[in-house]
């Protein structure tokens, strides 16, 4: 192409073209500069702590619990870049890890506030990281001056992580949202699987239960293990995201601390139980280093987070970590010897969460990296999972023995309800021949109580010779109706007052004709009397019979009115005459026992002219 020019312009021309070109590729070289992303790694560092101010040159990251041995303090990062030209696009700031609160300033321009400079031990935004939009007119050809100011709590993973500043479209697409994926949303993930493992663990602990040797009811303690284990770590990893947390930092760290170790503890209870160890009295002992590892960090964590001594907690890690790792040696020696699917499941997840767990410890806690992530939140997946499989194949197994042992106990069921439909059969036999037997004694008593009576009656006189043929054929008829009664009472439905009262009126009323008194029937429907059986009712019947039959031999009356009626929702029943009457305060003994026997009230109300006998079943 040069030659090109040449030919059509000279030397001259070659030259400026030379120039032309120079001056194009330049400017597009600092175009491609000004538009990429740029890992701000230097600067200076500002740090106020117990009083005491220094400045001093920066290399990123910055660990500030390796720095001051956490102690809290305040912290300016100045972050100088250069760009070659303005920037045409929107741009942004990516920052992996930065706190705990902190302000984002661009060139003395406030951009961003996350929490209180002025107040401690509150809300923590280094768990999640951080994008910044920068407005367009703040970016300048040039220098440029980033400066992030920190306040760091106690042993809270506190100081600032290198910073990215580029276009807002690499550097939040390509970086942010990965990381935040990963940190953020992962945590919300995992917590949400915890959770679901853990309900289904507690469900299956609060619903199968089992009877002992002796009958006492148990329940299986791999669930509950299980369950507690998961929900340990849902709460822990759900830190991850809670920016503000519930309660004040060193109680929060303290809490969290215990559920990080309840989540241990819990784990080597799973396989504890999973390997058999809690059926042999030898290997009971274990349950006590394990409750002791819970109550250690709880005061390791304690005596860290108040005192500002983080030491403290690193160091008990560090036993926890020996004590841990020969639990697991233990386990995994078992499982070989006595290998099953669950078990060489648990040991593999054991072993790797195991090992993330020693890298956390050296990354996160010794080394002066800053910006990592802690690996055994994703590992513990694997465990998460193990336990699942475990508690399902466990909980298929116990169906399966369930549904065989109810096919076994709806065979015997079966069986059972054969001979007890044999058995019922003959017993019902047996009821209906003694109701039978029991109905026969009932008429023979009747018979004899009411119509042998009557007969034995008129025999007497008879041989008496003293009486006259009215009342000996009086006699007889009574013993007739009495004798109908007592065939009318088989087919009376228990309760039915209505009932007994018509069938009365069909024995008597002919009866009534003969003897010259006119019968007046008032009677309403009526409810029935659920408390009168069937024997009830014939002494109902009888005591009926024997108040009209004094009307029939011993009134002299005219008229006879019968009443039935329901008031206030009880029955009322009466019988009146218009006879000459009687003494009331000398109550028929026979009207008193079939009253009290039926369970009424009997009230009398007699004068020359009216005779009321009251049958009151409120």
Known sequence: MTRVVGRMFGRPGRALFALWLAVVLTAASSATAAEGPIELRSGTVTVTVDGVTRTAPLELSYHWDREHRGRTGFASFELPFTLAAEPGTPWGIFIPRTGNVLEVWLNDALLQVYGDLGRGNGPDYAKAPIYVPIPGHLLKAGDNRLQIRIRADSARRAGLSRVTVGP???????????????????????????????????ALWLTQVDADAVGRRRRDGIYFWAALAEFCWAMRVADGVIAEPPLPWPAWGVLMAACYAGWAASAMMFCYHLADWDANPRMRWLRWPMAGVVAGTIGASSMALFREEPYWLTGWLAGEIVFITLFVCAFVVATVRRPNV????????????????????????????????????????FFGIALLLIVLRRFHAASVEARGSVVALAQRVAQRERELASTFAALEQVARDQARTHERERILRDMHDGVGSHISSAIRQLQSGQTSSEELLRTLRDSLDQLKLSIDSI???????????????????????????????????????????????????????????????????????IEAETVAGAVQLRVIDDGRGFNASRVPRALTERAGTVGVRLALESRPGRTVVLLDFG
Do not use: C
């Open 491 to 561: 087919h009376l439905p228990p309760g039915d007052v209505g009932a007994l009262l018509a069938a009365l009126r069909y024995r008597l009323e002919p009866r009534l004709a003969a003897g010259g008194i006119e019968l007046e029937w008032a009677v309403d429907e009526v409810p029935t009397v659920k408390r009168l059986d069937a024997q009830a009712m014939r002494q109902l019947q009888f005591l009926l019979f024997e108040a009209i039959s004094n009307v029939l031999q011993h009134a002299q009356a005219k008229k006879l009115r």
């Open 342 to 381: 669950g078990r060489l499941l648990v040991a593999a997840a054991a072993l790797a969460t195991l090992g993330f767990g020693v890298r956390d410890w050296l990354v996160i806690r010794l080394s002066d990296a800053y910006g990592e992530t802690t690996w055994v939140r994703y590992s513990s997946v």
């Open 168 to 202: 807002a479209t690499p550097v939040r697409t390509d970086l942010f949202e990965s990381a935040y994926g990963w940190r953020f949303t992962g945590s919300v993930l995992l917590t949400a699987f915890s959770l679901i493992v853990g309900g289904i663990a507690l």
